[in-house]
């Protein structure tokens, strides 16, 4: 990609993230973004279809992260032991932009992004922990991806809401505990 474009979307995404902790996702509107990022009108809409596409898309590089960080963690080991090997990696994210998450993760005023979000760990937990997997009544596996999703969920917000003092590797390391025997149980891993 060129570097000015990537230039472009990175001061975009910048902007959006910064907007979405001061004003809120639902009180800002494209042309608070153009102005945050000193781009103009014609260059947002050469890149993006609206707000909420750069919204995702943004949220689309986490999921490339995320998945990564997967990749690495399972490398040299059987699937089957890091089938989600990507939380960690998510609950770092969550760590290092704090600010953005307590201002849209279980807040009415984040509605548009946690359902965003949702969406991206749906898709990387069938991608990832189900992966190939056939279910005989078609709902096992998707109840269990709602399950981890809603655990991956609140415990951001459990943990940000009341400003737990557990690090990341903790939190991870309780998810996974929890979690890993929950799918186990059900016959989903």
């Known amino acids: 990609m060129d570097k000015r474009v990537r230039k472009t979307q990175q001061a975009l995404q910048s902007a959006l993230l910064e907007l979405i902790v001061e004003r809120g996702y639902e009180k800002l509107s494209v042309q608070h973004i153009l102005d945050r990022a000193n781009v103009?009108?014609?260059?947002?809409?050469?890149?993006?279809?609206?707000?909420?596409?750069?919204?995702?898309?943004?949220?689309?590089?986490?999921?490339?992260?995320?998945?990564e960080e997967w990749q690495l963690v399972s490398k040299g080991k059987a699937q089957s032991k890091a089938p989600l090997g990507f939380s960690l990696a998510f609950f770092r994210h969550v760590d290092s932009h704090r600010r953005l998450y307590r201002a849209v993760v279980g807040r009415e005023s984040g509605i548009i992004v946690d359902r965003h979000m949702r969406r991206v760990l749906v898709d990387l937990v069938k991608e990832i922990a189900f992966q190939g997997q056939r279910d005989r009544n078609g709902i096992g596996i998707e109840i269990a991806t709602q399950y981890v999703v809603g655990a991956l969920m609140s415990l951001v917000i459990w943990w940000l809401g009341r400003n737990i003092k557990l690090s990341p590797e903790e939190i991870d390391s309780a998810f996974l505990r929890m979690t890993v025997s929950a799918l186990q149980a059900s016959g989903q891993l």
Not at 42 to 49: C, D
Not at 51 to 57: A, G, Q, V, Y
């Open 40 to 67: 103009g009108r014609a260059t947002f809409y050469l890149h993006y279809r609206s707000k909420e596409d750069l919204l995702r898309r943004s949220l689309d590089l986490l999921r490339e992260h995320l998945l």
